[in-house]
């Protein structure tokens, strides 16, 4: 499956259609079960707070594939994301009060490169707080 995003059609500045993801303590219990990272610090409120964080949080590999599905969902494509990075700024705390957390993620093409490939800049909060840096992906349109 091929993007139907038109590399002639799509302009710096063009804005992703921005996402709000939940994440909740039995979320992270099942992305614990699919990734294999069983770190206390992301189930255990006590190793959480005698590690120094301030409460349970999300895996940082968590957080960075709920922000390229802002990409994948706007491609079409899951195969047309050629490069992705980021760098952890602030954790994701996911207090256990019913509600969890949410992240929110929101994207824009910040350039247009050779081989009808754009580079998207995201930004991804949580709590008000910028939860990733520099998060960049290079896409393959068609």
């Not at 999300?58 to 494509?77: I, K, S």
């Amino acid at each position: 499956m091929a993007t139907s995003i038109n590399y002639d059609e799509v302009e710096v500045g063009t804005a992703l259609p921005a996402q709000s993801f939940p994440v909740t303590r039995a979320t992270l219990v099942q992305y614990a079960g699919a990734s294999g990272d069983f770190n206390p610090i992301h189930w255990n409120e006590r190793f959480a707070r005698e590690v120094g964080l301030p409460d349970v949080i999300a895996h940082g590999m968590f957080t960075m594939a709920e922000a390229a599905r802002v990409v994948t969902d706007w491609l079409g494509d899951p195969g047309a994301l050629v490069e992705y990075g980021v760098r952890f700024t602030k954790p994701v705390v996911v207090p256990d009060d019913g509600t969890g957390a949410l992240v929110e993620v929101a994207g824009k093409v910040a350039a247009k490169l050779e081989g009808r490939r754009v580079r998207v800049d995201l930004v991804a909060t949580s709590a008000g707080q910028k939860v990733l840096g520099m998060s960049r992906a290079v896409v393959q349109l068609a």
